[in-house]
């Protein structure tokens, strides 16, 4: 869902600003889920989808990671993707493939096909220079990346240690990261990049990335790529009703992204760490998980995860805070002029829609990039707090309150709504039609 709402909003773009047509292809494991049905099916007519065959999911291992899985359906589709672009080949006018960086694999398909090659990276550029300079760090290190004493320094940004970096690279001696690994050896082999995020964000990071000798590779920066809010219904969700009763930026907005969950035991902590807080919340909430990417492929809950909250959670923030079981409409929320904070695990979509409508953040990453991202967004940027977590890695509800408190009452906060305000401006006033 992360890679298909950018790159939908891209296939938008295109084919508003040239006279072309986009056809969309998705590798598939069974019926999509509806948010996916949902984006295609509100797609212009000038972009087309087309269902891969079906990929057989009882040949990976049991309790397989979700960058695994995504690798073994996208090398699944490898020969009906080949299929399919030769069928569309012989119809139209192809010209280019643009291709995610889970199926850079198919760069070969292309250069068989003689077809133009891009790749969409739908993550920033710190994780881009971080992936060129892989392939160098790869071959200066014989441990684990997490084991290593000194930080890693990415170019044009800030320093990361090993544990922090991106998912993918965590597990040297699997598939994975062979993959990730053969993505960083690529990248100066391809005809451009195209990356979801814009130059007035990550300045530097850009600059070093065209600067000579650090990329053969044209580097397109077109974002902010993010999802426009939906058409006005009949009858707004409940959700938006109670921010229309709420004070102007007075609601920290607490959501976890598609596929973030987090523990029993952190589910509490939370929970009481925002009523503590004594400001107003709007928590999109989802069914504890020990795994914290548990709903990575499952866009909603089987089972009702209010009754996992603390006993009479409900009864004594009826007043404070609203609970919404699994989804919300983030955009309408973030939008919302009630809206004044937002608790996100800085997934990269969440975090561009929070920059494009200038809500502050506090930082609470979870897994995939986003401990890179939330390093970036509250050292590099200084457009987030970072909720501090302990020894057993949870967050107590103590730091909870005082980072809520810190982002809704205190001059950090302050600092920091106007430096995302800061980004506002300007984009806004570029792409009105954000």
Known sequence: MGHLLPMAEFAKRLVKHHPISVTIFIPTTGTLPKPQISILESLPENIHHSFLPSVNMDLLPEGSRPEFVISFIMQSNLSSLRDALISLKSRTNLVALVFDIFGHDSLEVAKELNLLNFLFFPSNAMVLSFTFMLQKLDEETSCEYKDLSDPVKVPGSVSFHGRDLIATVQIRTDEVYKSYLLLSKRLNFLDGIIVNSFHELEEETFRVLGAAGQSQTPIYPIGPLIQSATTIELEPHDCIKWLDNQPDRSVVLVSFG???????????????????????????????NNVSDASYFDSSNQIDPLGFLPERFLSRTVKQ????????????????????????????????????????????????EQHMNAKMMSEALCLALRSESDENGVVRKEVVKKVVKELMEENEGKKISQRVNEHKGPLWSRCPSL
């Open 258 to 288: 598609s596929g973030g969950t987090l523990s029993l035991d952190q589910t509490h902590e939370l929970a009481l760490g925002l009523e503590m807080s004594g400001h107003r919340f709007l928590w999109i909430v989802r069914s504890p």
């Open 321 to 368: 805070g609203l609970v919404v079981p699994s989804w919300g409409p983030q955009i309408e929320i973030l939008s919302h002029k009630a809206t004044g904070g937002f608790l996100t695990h800085c997934g990269w979509n969440s975090t561009l829609e929070s920059v494009v409508h200038g809500v502050p953040m506090i930082a609470w990453p979870l897994y995939a």
